[in-house]
């Protein structure tokens, strides 16, 4: 069943309400301007028809036909981020799936600045750079870095919702985002940038250089352009508010219950509540071990000695005021970043009807995420013989006491090295491009691009098993030197060490069994095309129908080559194979405007869009997106418009060819643990597996293998869009402008990795017993029941819809002797589910109000000019959210004491003053209030990162221009 036929009552009210809306305030406010309108009918004014983004139709007015969310180049470069994305992430349309804070959280991606809009996945949205593509930053994707993008020469951001696939191309299921550069550069400009946190080490420091200049008479211009970007890096114990480790542990108040069918019966007391300076207890830096219920724990000596437990939950394997192993400790707000670029372009007009251009770039960046080092916990505990050299007497007493000629320690070698990711990008592109006019009504433009990026990744302090084995298992020799047991090891180099108390771990052994590991990513993509427009092909009673056509040609390449080393699985580095993909599409698109009406009551225009983009892949064949589109200006200031599209998504070569790599989850819920049963299916089911019902798993996500690959045999995902709304411009507020636009997504067919959580859950989900189709991915330790590895692929069975209304308001006026600028963007977010499986619409996740996703947010910025002082204040809200889906709640409502987030509320600001002589000095403040983050977060997550986790932030800016 197909997702798009499912009919819900909550849709079509907010759809009626929008168009409602849209509609008859249209009317209303039109009532008012039409006498001034008829009286005014017989005045005339010249038409400039102009580019605007969202359309190849040169059109009359600035008003784009499809919702356009533009954001100037300043008001992104003037503020204490490090990026531009950092900036952009904070709008309400995107999403923070890829920030310095949370980049790092995957193999690869340290210091990625991806855009994600709507929250549906940065592959879906399609980023743009004067309209043309841009080669991608992450391989096996078509995700743009806009670390990449030069600052110096940004003019604005535009943000498309709606129709954009068929004008544009694919990955653009929900919209574009469209860096427009600056054209014509003229003289020098100079900026420099330092800023540091007010409560932690963080500070950056960014440095931009322009000069352009007109040649030959003015028939053309070159321009070069340098910028440098660098900032520290901060772990979690360096703020206080992050410093703290909190833990949600089982709630001994909570009396939940099963009845005789063995579902859950709720007491309406949390589960869970969260405490401060709590933590696992069953993992240790300084080495720790189980013997006859009592933990163990080593002091720096070496000496062994009880551990403190404080208050025990041994349920959840933790403890609160006591020993514990403290995560935040590896948990860093920001990674250490540096980013330098260098960007030549020119072009020259050939002839006064012909324009030749070219630009070249280079962009380096560099990204460090410094992580957990390597550890070692029940399945993997570390086998120390009673004989080992390193073993004190206490220790040895306390094995002979109770017969023991082993134990099993679990470690976290914090001393060891923590593990760190050094990611170096490297992107070069080349642009070419002839323009210009073919007749007076017919332009045409001609282009192709070359991009290359290049990812070395080094994985520092990645430990190899084997010599770390060799290393611990100590012996005294004849001499009675320690030395390692094994005589080849030996032979080969091998230094042995203790592993008894933090800091036991010595240099020379350290060397022995930590290396460095390289991995080597390259990504290529050639474009080239033509397009041909005419807005005025011939006249029809109500104007002129506009046409663009054109065709593009675009190939596609990446190759990943892992360490060759640690791909054979003899690292704590995650096995990884290497990925081979490419593909190629020719392209060919129309568009057309036709007016239909024009000069009739409440018409003053009403034109009919249309657009369709006809695609052939290496990979699936054919593809076909279009979109139509209805623009009524009632009169010159209301217009109301809508756009109905249909786009498809080619999978990309990671979704097609990755093969089956080794990974592990941070987070996983074993449904058949007595802790996690809500129900008598899944209890029923997981007695079927022969797990026992009083199973408590031990097994972290951490933990637990994963295998996750590519399937060639994907299809394309596609996606249905409408956007509704209208603009408002009234006479009689100058410079005033209001916009509100509904707008919906839904994608069938999409590509998507079932999670591993899902595998779980759908193994004992149904009631007529165990499902093969996911049981079969799991597999489990026939003794313990503990899980051991999941496996999973791509698959056309996921789907996603979204829905809102996304709202904005500008506002200039003199005031006081200066100028006011206002603007308010917004975004109500009424409906956003994920179903893991499209031919199951009745189960799905409703994610709008949650965190990363809240239903209400908004930017208002105000900006006042007087003489030459300029100051500025900007003010981001996110409303509440809930921590847990309804989903989650119908099965278990009353998880835990922290259930929600309340409302944020983020100020900046900044004043300058611009001297006569070009120099302008600015100072700002970042988080004017030093808003802390909700909860216990860390700004580190997917959807935490949408929350400021650097705190009051102080900078200052110099620039000159000349």
């Not at 990674?335 to 030549?344: E, W």
Request: hydrophobic share 35%.
């Amino acid at each position: 069943m197909r997702l798009h036929f499912e009919v819900q009552m909550f849709r079509r009210s907010l759809f009626t309400q929008a168009v409602t809306l849209s509609v008859l305030s249209a009317t209303a406010l039109s009532s008012f301007q039409l006498q001034a309108q008829q009286q005014n009918a017989d005045s005339t004014a010249a038409v400039e028809r102009i580019s605007v983004t969202s359309s190849r139709i040169l059109r009359e007015g600035a008003i784009a036909p499809s919702p356009v969310t533009s954001i100037s180049g300043a008001d992104l470069v003037d503020t204490g981020a490090t990026n531009i994305g950092e900036a952009l992430n904070e709008l309400p349309a995107l999403a923070s799936t890829y920030s310095l804070a949370n980049s790092g959280n995957s193999i690869g991606t340290a210091g990625l600045s991806l855009l994600d809009l709507r929250g549906m996945g940065s592959s879906r949205t399609l980023v743009l750079v004067n309209g043309k593509r841009h080669v991608a930053s992450s391989a096996g994707t078509a995700s743009v870095d806009t670390n990449t993008i030069p600052t110096a020469w940004v003019e604005s951001v535009e943000i498309i919702t709606g129709g954009a696939s068929a004008i544009y191309g694919a990955d653009a299921v929900t919209g574009v985002v469209n860096f427009k550069l600056k054209k014509d550069i003229q003289g020098l400009e100079l900026s420099a940038t330092a800023g540091k946190a007010n409560d932690n080490p963080l500070a950056n420091q960014k440095y931009t250089f322009s000069y352009g200049q007109d040649i030959a008479n003015g028939d053309g211009n070159v321009a070069f352009a340098a910028d440098f970007a660098t900032q520290n890096d901060i772990n979690a114990t360096e703020r206080s508010q992050t410093r703290t480790s909190y833990m949600s542990l089982t709630n001994p108040a909570s009396k939940d219950s099963r009845d005789a069918n063995g579902n859950t019966i709720h007491d309406g007391i949390a589960d869970k509540i969260t405490f401060a300076n709590a933590g696992y207890y069953d993992s240790s830096i300084n080495g720790n071990f189980l013997l006859n219920k009592v933990w163990y724990t080593f002091n720096p000596d070496g000496t062994v000695r009880p551990q403190n437990m404080g208050t025990v939950f041994p349920l959840d394997a933790a403890c609160v005021d006591c020993e514990f192993l403290n995560l935040r400790e590896y948990n860093d707000l920001q990674p250490a970043f540096d980013r330098y670029s260098f960007n030549l372009k020119g072009d020259y007009d050939l002839t006064a009807d012909l324009n030749l251009a070219a630009s070249a770039k280079h962009v380096v960046s560099k990204a460090d995420s410094v992580n957990q080092p390597s550890f070692f916990e029940y399945g993997s505990a570390l086998q120390i013989q009673r004989d080992n050299a390193y073993i004190t007497p206490g220790l040895a007493a306390l094995m002979d006491a109770n017969g023991k000629n082993s134990i099993a320690i679990h470690r976290f070698n914090k001393d060891a090295g923590r593990r760190m990711e050094e990611n170096t990008r490297t992107t070069d592109q080349f642009n070419l491009s002839l323009s210009g006019q073919l007749t007076d009504d017919w332009s045409f433009e001609t282009f192709a691009t070359h991009g290359r990026t290049r990812l070395e990744q080094i994985n520092r302090n990645n430990l190899i098993r084997k010599n770390f084995a060799q290393s611990i298992d100590a012996i005294k020799d004849q001499n009675g030197n320690i030395v390692c047991r094994d005589t080849a090891a030996r032979a080969a180099g091998c230094v042995p060490t203790s592993v008894f108390g933090y800091g036991a771990v010595n240099q020379a052994a350290i060397n022995w069994f930590n290396t460095s590991s390289l991995s080597t990513s390259t990504i290529e993509q050639q474009v080239a095309g033509g397009s041909v427009s005419n807005s005025a092909l011939f006249d029809v009673p109500a104007g002129s129908v506009g046409v663009a056509a054109g065709v593009e040609y675009r190939r596609e390449q990446s190759d990943s080559t892992p360490d060759a080393f640690a791909a054979t699985g003899a690292t704590f580095l995650n096995a990884l194979q290497e990925t081979h993909g490419k593909f190629n599409v020719k392209e060919a698109f129309g568009e057309v405007s036709i007016p239909l009406l024009t000069d009739m009551l409440l018409i003053q225009d009403l034109a009919f869009d249309a657009a369709v983009r006809v695609a052939d892949y290496s990979t699936i064949g054919n593809a076909t997106s279009w979109k139509t589109g209805l623009d009524w200006t009632i009169n010159d200031e209301i217009r109301v418009r809508s756009t109905y599209s249909v786009a498809l998504r080619a999978p990309n070569i990671s979704e097609l060819y990755r093969p089956l790599n080794q990974t592990y989850f941070s987070r996983l819920q074993d449904p058949c643990d007595l802790r996690y049963k809500q129900n008598a299916t899944w209890a029923a089911n997981c007695a079927a597996l022969g797990i026992p019902a009083d199973f408590v798993a031990k097994a972290t996500g951490a933990s637990i293998e994963g295998r996750s690959g590519g399937n060639p045999n994907l299809k394309a995902e596609e996606s249905n869009s409408h956007t509704v709304g209208f603009v408002y411009q009234p006479e009689w507020i100058e410079d005033f402008t209001f916009t509100v636009d509904y707008w919906s997504i839904e994608i069938d067919e999409a590509i998507s990795t079932v999670s591993a959580q899902d595998i779980l859950n759908k193994c004992v989900d149904a009631s007529n017993g165990l499902s093969a189709q996911f049981c079969n991915l799991i597999q489990r330790d026939p003794v313990s029941h503990e899980l051991k590895l999941i496996t999973s692929t791509s698959q056309n069975v996921a789907a996603q819809t979204a829905e809102g209304v996304d709202f904005e308001a500008g506002y200039d006026l003199d005031l006081l002797g200066g100028r006011l600028k206002t603007k308010l963007i917004g975004t109500y977010l009424g409906s956003r589910k994920t179903f893991s499986f499209q031919n199951n619409p009745s189960q799905f996740e409703q994610r709008a109000g949650t965190e990363g996703e809240a239903d209400w947010q908004e930017n208002l910025s105000l900006s006042y000019s007087y003489d030459a002082w300029t100051a500025t204040w900007k003010t981001r809200h996110i409303n509440g959210v809930s921590l847990y889906t309804e989903q989650e709640l119908a099965k278990n409502p009353d998880p835990r004491d922290l259930m929600s987030y309340g409302s944020y509320v983020l100020t900046d600001i900044s004043l300058g003053y611009q001297f006569e002589n070009g120099l302008n000095w600015s100072v700002g403040i970042d988080n004017l209030f030093d808003r802390g983050l909700p909860g216990v977060s860390t700004g580190t997550t997917t959807a935490g990162a949408s929350y400021d986790n650097v705190g009051q932030f102080f900078y200052t800016t110099v620039s000159y221009k000349m």
